[in-house]
């Protein structure tokens, strides 16, 4: 008898390791006592992160690895650019994104004209347009931003994710191969990944054709890279041969806490409202239970409370929370003209 998936799911969202988890337990009560054991276990280290994050005033890593990122990329001659969030579909149909091209099916538009970047690139090769025509070459430029895509979400897929792109442009043509390589390094390098723990694999993208793919020793995609001359250069007005790497932020994230020995899902990794500084956030913490069921409640109507208990009473039977004497108290406010509602601190 093992753990059934959601107990399994549950222990992993709480920081275990998905391949130490026991198994073969005698019968169902053992399990879950083994469940119930572990459980609590790894909450109690996930409240207790949880403190000791906001007590350092901790920052997400994500963050944390974006300002890495940037700091060897400037040094390395890079020049950060700024582009918005949303995208014209003009934009998108030069990038051979069109009604019939897998990739639609998965943008969210914000209306008939606009929507929001599934990537950076339309924007930079926009930018980079007029930069060619006022800087001498190369222009190297990058940007770490948002993009949103309507995806499955699981394991290595999110709708919402961060994307760094890096560009070269006006660099020799027999240069090309050799400059990916030497870019790739330095972005692994500053994200923190050991030398030589990832390898390039050839892979065909449905924007630009056939790829090199950076790849973490655990299958992960971490980056892909294209160059040109590139068919959609004529779309845009660029004649000369350039370099680029797309990384996503939360997959090197994943592969760095791989890397040291504690591997994380894509929903750590990323923006989240369940996880902070990689702890799960719906585990007890103060001993007050009834804390738990004041959060963000408000009742509204004819409400009676009893000072010495704390308990709230609604006559129309929908919501009854309690606290314990002394932790608050109750609060007049008018949402509405002619109503009143108790709520809670």
Not at 25 to 52: H, I, L, P, T, Y
Not at 106 to 132: E, G, S
């Amino acid at each position: 008898m093992d753990f059934s998936n959601e107990q399994v799911k549950r222990l992993c969202e709480l920081g275990a390791d998905p391949e130490g988890l026991p198994g073969g337990f005698a019968s169902k009560a053992d399990a879950n006592r083994s469940f119930q054991s572990m459980e609590k276990s790894f909450a109690r280290a996930c409240a207790e992160g949880v403190r000791g994050h906001l007590k350092a005033a901790g920052r997400p890593e994500i963050s944390l690895l974006r300002e890495r990122l940037s700091g060897a990329l400037a040094a390395a001659g890079f020049t950060e650019v700024a582009t918005p969030l949303s995208v014209s579909r003009n934009f998108l149909e030069r990038m051979g994104i069109g009604p019939d091209h897998p990739l639609s099916s998965q943008i969210f538009w914000l209306d008939k004209n606009r929507a929001v970047r599934p990537m950076l690139a339309p924007n930079l090769y926009y930018l980079m347009v007029d930069l060619l025509r006022l800087a001498p070459l190369p222009v190297s430029i990058f940007e770490i931003g948002t993009c949103m895509r309507r995806e499955t979400k699981g394991a290595r897929h999110a709708e919402e994710f961060t994307m760094l792109n890096l560009a070269e442009f006006g660099l020799p043509l027999e240069a090309r191969q050799a400059r990916i390589l030497e870019l790739a390094d330095v972005v692994l390098a500053a994200s923190g990944l050991p030398e030589g723990r990832c390898a390039l694999e050839s892979e065909e993208s449905g924007v630009y054709g056939e790829t090199l793919d950076v790849v973490s020793p655990e299958g992960l995609e971490l980056a892909s890279t294209a160059m040109g001359p590139h068919p959609l250069d004529s779309a845009w007005g660029v004649g000369v041969p350039w370099v680029g790497l797309g990384f996503g932020l939360e997959r090197l994230a994943m592969a760095l806490s791989a890397a040291h020995g504690v591997p994380v899902g894509l929903s750590r990794a990323g923006a989240s409202l369940s996880y902070l500084g990689g702890f799960r956030l719906n585990v007890p913490g103060r001993e007050d239970r009834a804390w738990r069921g004041l959060r963000h409640r408000t009742w509204v109507g004819s409400t009676t409370c009893e000072p010495s208990t704390g308990r709230s009473r609604v006559p129309w039977g929908r919501t009854s929370w309690s606290f314990p004497p002394g932790h608050g108290a109750w609060t007049w406010v008018r949402p509405a003209a002619d109503s009143k509602a108790w709520s809670s601190p």
